[in-house]
């Protein structure tokens, strides 16, 4: 192992969340980690596919983003996952963990 360069090795208890919910048209799978990691923001992770994101309240509100990461082909679709993520996610701005 001498040619890899340790970044963080971090232990932590965090916070999970699991929530499924339906749409007009689909359904959503979610577990939510909230770490003290990642600048703060909370890693999102869809259950049925397995794509993973970490998302703060600008994130949020940028629909193509949220298409291209949960490949969701829709806007309404998009756009109803973020009004999802608005209500769930904590709003307070995120950190930045080299302070």
Do not use: N, W
Request: include cysteine; charged fraction near 30%; aromatic fraction near 16%.
């Amino acid at each position: 192992m001498d040619i890899f360069e340790k970044l963080y090795d971090e232990h932590e208890q965090a916070k999970v969340r699991f929530i499924g919910f339906v749409t007009d048209h689909t359904r959503y799978d979610f577990g939510i980690v909230y770490t003290d990691m990642f600048f703060g923001k909370p890693l999102v992770v869809c259950m049925q596919t397995g794509r993973s994101t970490l998302l703060d309240p600008r994130d949020i509100e940028d629909i193509e983003f949220l298409q291209s990461i949960f490949r969701i082909k829709d806007k309404k679709q998009a756009a109803d996952l973020a009004e999802f993520f608005i209500e769930t996610l904590p709003s307070i701005p995120f950190h930045t963990q080299y302070e």
